[in-house]
């Protein structure tokens, strides 16, 4: 579904639609607002809705080098058709496409493609989706490698202290988590139909494992501190920048560059990176 729920929030940031409890409802009189959504996450979301409706295959290029358990074969039924051929050429470190017309026609007016091929500004943005079958070394591209040196340096302040009190799991933090857990099993919530959620007889509880618990929840906020408040073209969004850019909550790039930061200014915090 995420890549639906990301189409909503594109459609409701270009004006095209109100944002429901389900979804997004289309709007009587559409008008495009003063203050556009980003590019680069409108083309994420374009790009997540292709792949989602089977309108863009990424084909795979040279030898894939990745462990025989994620091998990638090409299955089509005996006498079938061929798979079909590349209709976008592989071009600035990007490897081929088979697009429909409407995804060809969409990824066009956004400037992603001219003249059959990926223009240079769809390298980043295809980074964000970062295909398995093109194999990208997207980690060790001196670009990257330059947007983690950005990061580092010119890291807000209220970014800083977000990242602090995120990696920071103390004696007080265990206690409280603790205690949320034996609250939950003495008093399991309701689902919406009244039926009470089935619980244990026994509580198995360490701190141990509330401390995994705990470290499984936080790398999960830290990715997604990344995705609203970084992009690869502009470094930490401004407050104002932060408003204009969609919630791309599977984004790779953003979770690498997480992995890239924290561990150079949090080697201590293994969970972190």
């Known amino acids: ?90 071009s600035h470190g990007l490897g081929s496409a088979h697009a429909s017309a409407k995804a060809t026609a969409a990824m066009t007016a956004l400037g992603l493609l001219e003249n059959g091929q990926w223009t240079k500004h769809a390298e980043a943005i295809l980074w964000r989706e970062n295909p398995s079958e093109w194999n990208l070394d997207v980690v060790g ?18 970014i800083q202290a977000e990242l602090d009190k995120l990696t920071r799991i103390d004696e007080v933090a265990l206690d409280a988590a603790m205690e949320r857990e034996r609250n939950a099993h003495e008093n399991p919530p309701q689902r919406t139909n009244g039926l009470t959620l089935f619980r244990t007889k026994t509580l198995s509880l360490t701190r141990e494992k509330v401390a995994f618990g705990i470290q ?19 470094g930490w969004l401004s407050p104002t920048d932060a408003k204009r850019a969609l919630n791309i909550f599977h984004d790779p790039l953003a979770k690498a560059m997480r992995r890239a930061v924290m561990g150079r200014i949090f080697p201590e915090t293994p969970f972190a990176h």
């Open 1 to 90: 579904m995420s890549a639906y729920e990301m189409g909503c929030s594109a459609l409701a940031a270009l004006g095209q639609a109100k944002l429901e409890a389900w979804g997004a409802s289309p709007r009587a009189a559409p008008k495009i607002p003063a203050v556009l959504p980003r590019w680069d996450d409108i083309c994420s979301v374009v790009l997540g809705l292709a792949d989602q409706h089977n309108e863009i295959d990424y084909l795979p290029t040279g030898i894939l080098k990745r462990p025989a358990s994620h091998a990638q074969f090409v299955i089509t039924p005996i006498g079938g058709p061929a798979p079909p051929a590349p209709n976008i050429a592989a």
């Open 141 to 158: 591209h001196p670009m990257f490698k330059r947007a983690v040196e950005t990061a580092i340096e010119t890291m807000p302040p209220d």
């Open 216 to 234: 499984f929840d936080r790398k999960i906020q830290l990715d997604e501190l990344f995705f609203r408040h970084w992009r690869l073209a502009d």
